[in-house]
């Protein structure tokens, strides 16, 4: 049977938990319990018996915990079908905002803080940028999500968001369509992207840990035009509900070491990383997020408050001839792996 992170957890978890004890975070702990008794008798399950042949199955249940591979599709299924409501049909673009190398100790040891802060002022940035004139002059909407790792399980915040090309003028009445190509200057909006989220970690309890450097370093914004918001929503949903790594990418397992196979983003190849068990362990658990953090957020005329705007919104560019409607938008750029087009981290 192909390898499972439910194997390593399995045979190397109790090691891991006696190792590190009460160092071990409450969210890491129940996620590794989760992952090791997934579908398994520790969590019972039911028995179906088909009253034609007499047969009777038996299924254990599945635990449901967001950092199991095997219980995310379900939910990114789920998820894609409510954004119908959110598409409009204008392109879409990506935009995805990484915080600097040396914050990354202080985001690993108060994550809820530093990815809220993350959130925070990355969308606050787009949307003052957006209201100048020069590119978009109105409010935007935005459905970011929070991603946490790169490619080999390093650790590597950064939040993507979903953003149709075009905004609403402060007074509601009128959309004020972007370019297909470009929405907002990159540059200036890491500046204000970073002005933004330092002002606000120096007013918060980790004012003393902010290192210098990152002061006077660019901070990394990227934005790509994606096509048409359903095919981007739906190449998204798997991609938002991943955990760090999939099952199908992990190799072997030997002396107590995991291979897992990777794309290397650098070069493009197929890379292989190989890491002692209790490393993997380690990788994988600065992933979980805190209890109850919400990872997917909405803003702008996305916002909660904004449900009968949005509505308004979709009738009104769904009426108007002059936008173009979603099926005569190209799909994504074919020169644009996929990987690249979902997550240039
Ligand atoms: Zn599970
Ligand atoms: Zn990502």
């Known amino acids: 049977m192909a390898l499972e992170l439910a194997d390593i957890f399995r045979q190397y978890g109790p090691a891991y938990r006696q190792k590190y004890a009460d160092r071990l975070l409450p969210s890491h702990r129940r996620a590794m319990r989760a992952i090791e008794q997934c579908r398994t008798p520790a969590l019972g399950g039911q028995v179906y018996s088909c009253p034609q042949c007499n047969q009777t199955q038996y299924s254990y249940h599945s635990c449901r915990n967001r950092h199991c591979p095997k219980c995310q599709n379900d939910k990114a299924q789920e998820w894609l079908e409510k954004q119908q409501n959110f598409l409009l049909p204008v392109p879409y673009f990506m935009l995805t905002f990484t915080i600097p190398a040396a914050l990354r100790p202080v985001a690993r040891s108060h994550q809820a803080l530093v990815y809220d802060l993350l959130f925070r002022a990355s969308a606050a940035a787009t949307q003052h940028l957006a209201q100048d004139p020069r590119f978009v002059g109105g409010q935007l909407g935005l459905i970011g999500v929070l991603h ?35 929405l907002l200057p990159v540059k200036a909006l890491s500046r204000i992207f970073r002005a933004k989220f330092l002002h606000a970690l120096q007013r918060s309890s980790l004012a003393n840990d902010i290192p210098a450097t990152v002061w006077k370093q660019d901070w990394v914004v990227h934005c790509k035009p994606i096509g048409n918001g359903r095919t981007a929503l739906k190449y998204l949903a798997p991609y938002i509900f991943r955990v760090a790594i999939s099952n199908r990418r992990l190799v072997k397992l030997e002396n107590d070491q995991v291979t897992f196979r990777y794309r290397s983003s650098a070069t493009g190849q197929i890379t292989f990383c190989t890491l002692s068990a209790e490393e993997f362990i380690h990788r994988f658990l600065q992933h979980v997020l805190p209890r109850g953090f919400v990872k997917i957020r909405y803003f702008g005329f996305f916002g909660s408050s904004q449900r009968l705007l949005l509505a308004a919104l979709r009738l009104l560019l769904e009426t108007d001839t002059h936008s173009p409607l979603p099926d005569e938008l190209p799909p994504p750029s074919p020169t644009l792996p996929k990987e690249t087009l979902l997550c240039p981290i």
Do not use: K
Request: cysteine-free; glycine content about 8%; proline content about 9%.
């Open 148 to 182: 946490t790792w790169g490619r080999n399980l390093s650790y590597h915040p950064h939040i993507h968001y979903l953003v149709p090309a075009g905004g609403l003028t402060s007074d509601h009445r009128t959309w004020l369509p972007a370019h297909h190509h470009f």
